[in-house]
């Protein structure tokens, strides 16, 4: 129940809980326009184009953002025409303003990149007064969860969600002392950089995996750089085999015999599988959590399998889907985009149906492979590099199933195996346990400027 005199600005149940919570606020709020230095500006209309130089200027859109805020650590992207006024200054707020990432937050601080920025018309750039509120605490601000409910409450769901400039103006934000905005500003830094530390160390355990692997079977990989651009080939290697340049690159030939003077022998995977078949080729149209479980290819990760968005189909179309359900131990690998995942369907997942744009294999009962043995090889960087190799198509690329019956792996004894399996497991748990560890700060971090700021 809302009294009439209580109700302000908007009439809607979303708002007014909002500002049930504005209320509690332990210091002075105000609204984000009474700190504006010039008005808000939508960015630049111009369409990406590739990047090839960080002396090239970078366009800054929604997709450059990651979950924290923070500028994704990749070349980007750049336009033909760079308009000036749409140059990135030190200190300038970027909100986006539509679609599924609305109320997404960007910092920019010269510090941090060594090349000009602009940005795009699906973002909007506020500069305040940084004498009276620091554009870093605004930042942090939009990180917690006090803020997530005000982008709910106020963005406009017709259509897709959007913000516009005016609201944004009205973002009500509770102002400290300026000396009380930099302790929670420092309070975040100190979580962002020990997160980011902790997630260094998980990468580089992660990245021992390959050359532990390697190592252990004796594949000794050939040094590939400043391989020459023209080379001869017999006529009896294209001679009813594939013609093209890229798959008689001379560094295929070393990584294959690479693979063969390894420690094992080597075998075709297609002699060890029970069975292999193509996913589904549906339409797209999901219904509610009472229909039929679907794994997309988003959902296929590199040894795991990750359902957090999870979909369904209708019920009504299982006779379409045919045999195209997953049984616990099954493998599904990426047949087309990031080609050559691999991941094994766990006990949880058993009787999900499988998209068209992955292929579902199982070892013969007699097969003497342990699974994630076998996982982990087929991820490895050298048969990344020979899926790469065995690619066809003219644009994105993919691979059939004689390509993975094909897939040479060495076999060593089954105890072997399992110990290089369990160690890659352990290395895997420790890089987890770090993400974890790293994330559990930060959400501490966020918990502590929540207590200081809000009310009880």
Same mark, same amino acid.
């Given at each position: 129940?809302?009294s009439?005199?209580?109700?302000?600005?908007?009439?809607?149940?979303?708002?007014?809980?909002?500002?049930?919570k504005?209320?509690?606020?332990?210091?002075?709020?105000?609204?984000?326009?009474?700190?504006?230095?010039? &008005?808000?500006?939508? @960015?630049?209309?111009?369409?990406?184009?590739?990047?090839?130089?960080?002396?090239?200027p970078? /366009?800054?859109?929604? !997709?450059?953002?990651?979950?924290?805020?923070? $500028?994704?650590?990749?070349i980007?992207?750049?336009?033909?025409?760079?308009?000036?006024?749409?140059?990135?200054?030190? &200190?300038?707020?970027?909100?986006?303003?539509?679609?599924?990432?609305?109320?997404?937050?960007?910092?920019?601080?010269?510090?941090? %990149?060594q090349?000009?920025?602009?940005?795009?018309g699906?973002?909007?750039?506020?500069?305040?007064?940084?004498?009276?509120? $620091?554009?870093?605490?605004?930042?942090?601000? %939009?990180?917690?969860? *006090?803020?997530?409910?005000?982008?709910?409450?106020?963005?406009?769901?017709?259509g897709?969600?959007?913000?516009?400039?005016?609201? /944004?103006?009205?973002?009500?934000?509770?102002?400290?002392?300026?000396? !009380?905005?930099?302790?929670?500003?420092?309070?975040?830094?100190?979580? /962002?950089?020990?997160?980011?530390?902790?997630?260094?160390?998980?990468?580089?355990?992660?990245?021992?995996?390959?050359?532990?692997?390697?190592?252990?079977?004796?594949?000794?990989?050939?040094?590939? %750089?400043?391989?020459? &651009?023209?080379?001869?080939?017999?006529?009896?290697?294209?001679?009813?085999?594939?013609?093209?340049?890229?798959?008689?690159?001379?560094?295929?030939?070393e990584?294959?015999?690479?693979?063969?003077n390894? /420690?094992?022998?080597?075998q075709?995977?297609?002699?060890?599988?029970?069975?292999?078949?193509? @996913?589904?080729? *549906?339409?797209?149209?999901?219904?509610?959590?009472? @229909?039929?479980?679907?794994?997309r290819?988003?959902?296929?990760?590199?040894?795991?399998?990750?359902?957090?968005?999870?979909v369904?189909?209708?019920?009504?179309?299982?006779?379409?889907?045919?045999?195209?359900? *997953?049984?616990?131990?099954? +493998?599904?690998?990426?047949?087309?985009? !990031?080609? @050559?995942? *691999?991941?094994i369907?766990?006990?949880?997942?058993?009787?999900?149906?499988?998209?068209? +744009?992955?292929?579902? +294999?199982? $070892?013969?009962?007699?097969?003497?492979?342990?699974?994630?043995?076998?996982?982990?090889?087929? &991820?490895?960087s050298?048969?990344?590099?020979?899926?790469?190799?065995?690619?066809?198509?003219?644009?994105?690329?993919? #691979?059939?199933i004689? !390509?993975?019956?094909n897939?040479?792996?060495?076999?060593?004894?089954?105890?072997?195996?399992?110990?290089?399996?369990?160690?890659?497991?352990? #290395?895997?748990?420790?890089?987890?346990?770090?993400?974890?560890?790293?994330?559990?700060?930060?959400?501490?971090?966020?918990?502590?400027?929540?207590?200081?700021?809000?009310?009880?």
């Amino acid at each position: 129940m809302v009294s009439s005199g209580a109700l302000e600005g908007r009439l809607d149940p979303e708002m007014n809980l909002y500002i049930r919570k504005v209320l509690k606020f332990n210091f002075e709020v105000k609204n984000l326009r009474t700190f504006l230095k010039l &008005n808000p500006q939508y @960015g630049s209309g111009e369409a990406g184009i590739e990047r090839t130089s960080l002396e090239t200027p970078r /366009y800054i859109r929604i !997709t450059d953002i990651d979950e924290y805020g923070n $500028l994704k650590d990749n070349i980007g992207v750049t336009a033909s025409k760079i308009e000036e006024k749409y140059i990135l200054n030190d &200190n300038d707020l970027l909100f986006a303003r539509s679609g599924a990432t609305v109320g997404k937050a960007y910092l920019h601080q010269l510090q941090n %990149t060594q090349y000009p920025c602009f940005f795009a018309g699906y973002m909007i750039r506020f500069i305040v007064d940084s004498d009276r509120l $620091l554009p870093h605490y605004v930042f942090s601000y %939009t990180q917690l969860n *006090v803020y997530k409910e005000w982008v709910k409450a106020i963005q406009r769901t017709a259509g897709q969600p959007n913000i516009n400039a005016e609201e /944004y103006k009205s973002l009500p934000i509770p102002v400290p002392d300026l000396e !009380t905005q930099q302790q929670i500003v420092d309070i975040f830094e100190k979580a /962002y950089q020990n997160k980011k530390a902790k997630e260094a160390k998980a990468k580089k355990l992660l990245d021992s995996i390959d050359g532990y692997l390697l190592e252990k079977l004796g594949i000794r990989l050939p040094d590939t %750089t400043n391989q020459p &651009n023209t080379f001869y080939v017999p006529f009896s290697k294209v001679q009813g085999n594939r013609f093209d340049p890229f798959y008689h690159k001379k560094e295929f030939d070393e990584l294959e015999n690479a693979l063969k003077n390894g /420690y094992y022998d080597i075998q075709l995977l297609g002699k060890h599988l029970q069975s292999i078949s193509y @996913g589904a080729s *549906v339409k797209n149209e999901y219904v509610d959590d009472n @229909g039929i479980p679907f794994l997309r290819i988003s959902d296929l990760k590199r040894n795991e399998i990750s359902v957090s968005e999870m979909v369904y189909l209708s019920p009504n179309m299982k006779q379409e889907l045919g045999n195209c359900f *997953v049984k616990e131990n099954d +493998f599904l690998i990426s047949r087309s985009g !990031t080609t @050559g995942m *691999v991941a094994i369907v766990d006990k949880s997942l058993e009787g999900f149906a499988y998209g068209s +744009f992955m292929i579902k +294999f199982r $070892l013969s009962e007699n097969a003497n492979i342990n699974l994630h043995y076998l996982s982990y090889y087929l &991820n490895s960087s050298l048969m990344q590099k020979m899926v790469e190799r065995n690619r066809i198509g003219a644009i994105q690329g993919n #691979i059939t199933i004689p !390509t993975i019956r094909n897939f040479q792996i060495p076999l060593p004894p089954l105890e072997i195996q399992k110990e290089i399996a369990w160690h890659i497991v352990c #290395i895997r748990v420790k890089a987890k346990n770090l993400e974890q560890e790293a994330q559990e700060e930060l959400e501490e971090a966020k918990k502590k400027v929540e207590e200081m700021i809000l009310g009880e």
